[in-house]
């Protein structure tokens, strides 16, 4: 399947790894040529030069924190000189840190809202209007599956990864006359770093190993099994792509089937 993504220019945040990554990968692969942002400049720019050497895509880094306005206003500007548009935008960053209510201070709460809120709107109020203008756009922002169904003991991302969802969701009907649409995709238990770290503060809190941590997590997912990278980057490639033109203000679970809502 063409997903028409060839010629597009994709911005995708958080892409030195993990899920960022795996979606630069596959819009890559399609035929996109890609800007990408995180904080860790050496690991970005590995990723950027590993990706265009697999794919011959064009692969820009840029550096950036992304819940600072001035840093992604660096950013924009860096697209703008090397590729003149942005066609697709993924937000995406990592989770803020497990825990209950108590155990977090008003600075974790605001940090947690700048890096997974106000990157999002900072990554967005940029791009927009020429997607608007140009009568073509996809936004696809990367939650979670907290933001259907909260998570035990992630009190911080259940909360603001639901802020994002309001966000998207309200965004979508505002802007798509303009040919631009704005989704959401919301990875369940996945083999990613952030996992692997979430695996550690169960075993710890528990007393037991990090395997019984991924056990237990794979027997409350319907098809026993963690998932992979790649299979939520097929997602965003598609609601990337041409294909997908009339999907928006959707939030969509990659989760195996853990989310038990019927909706």
């Known amino acids: 399947m063409d997903l028409g993504l060839r010629d597009r220019v994709a911005l995708v945040a958080g892409s030195s790894r993990g899920l960022g990554r795996a979606i630069a990968e596959e819009l890559a692969a399609e035929g996109a040529s890609l800007v990408l942002c995180a904080r860790g400049a050496d690991a970005l720019r590995a990723t950027a030069d590993e990706i265009a050497r697999a794919t011959g895509a064009r692969v820009e880094a840029c550096p950036a924190d992304l819940g600072d306005a001035s840093q992604v206003d660096a950013v924009i500007d860096t697209v703008m000189r090397d590729f003149g548009r942005v066609d697709v935008l993924v937000t995406n960053t990592g989770g803020p840190p497990p825990g209950p209510f108590e155990s977090h ?50 009190i911080l991302s259940n909360s603001v990864r ?102």
């Open 105 to 154: 201070s008003r600075e974790a709460w605001q940090e947690a809202i700048r890096q997974n809120l106000e990157s999002v709107l900072n990554l967005v109020r940029p791009v927009l209007p020429g997607m608007k203008a140009r009568g073509w756009g996809r936004i696809v922002n990367v939650t979670s599956i907290a933001a259907k169904q909260p998570v035990d003991g992630l």
């Open 162 to 263: 639901a802020a994002v969802t309001g966000f998207a969701r309200t965004l979508a009907n505002e802007v798509a006359s303009h040919g631009v649409t704005v989704n959401n995709v919301l990875p369940g238990y996945t083999r990613t770093q952030r996992v692997e770290v979430l695996a550690e503060r169960n075993a710890a809190a528990r007393g037991s190993s990090v395997g019984e941590a991924f056990a237990t997590w794979e027997s409350e997912i319907p098809m026993r099994r963690l998932g992979e990278p790649r299979e939520l980057a097929a997602l965003v490639a598609f609601l990337a792509s041409d294909r997908a033109s009339y999907i928006t203000g959707t939030s969509i679970p990659v989760d195996g089937g853990w989310i038990r809502a019927l909706l």
